[in-house]
């Protein structure tokens, strides 16, 4: 519902060719599939979908990020290299002090998604 209504009121959709592999690759973990039962079309369609939604973003290997998970330094780096206004994440690295000193000089917002909802809600 929030990615509907965020690509309905214009806003832009930013990702990284290593942040769609890395969604695949988590769609197609086992609890994942326990929950919701994805079938590889459909893993197949959402990338594609994202794809065509998104603009994808080159990411800066060399700018250095101060993320604790090696597998959210490329979120971030996305981040950056797009220019993006908000970090829209439920991941809790993202709220370590240094990682919102480092977004706020760059004036990226990090909030959770109803927190992101109420900011674009009608």
Avoid: W
Wanted: with cysteine.
């Amino acid at each position: 519902m929030l990615l509907l209504l965020l690509l309905e009121q214009g806003h832009t959709l930013l990702m990284s060719q290593e942040m769609l592999v890395e969604l695949a690759s988590v769609l197609r973990y086992p609890r994942v599939q326990t929950l919701y039962a994805i079938t590889e079309e459909q893993v197949y369609e959402y990338m594609q979908f994202l794809k065509e939604v998104s603009e994808l973003i080159r990411v800066d290997y060399m700018l250095k990020v101060p993320m604790r998970d090696p597998k959210d330094v490329v979120v971030l780096q996305t981040a950056v290299a797009g220019e993006a206004d908000v970090l829209c994440t439920l991941d809790r690295d993202f709220y370590a002090p240094n990682t919102l000193e480092f977004c706020a000089v760059l004036d990226i917002k990090i909030c959770n998604d109803l927190e992101f909802l109420q900011k674009i809600k009608p």
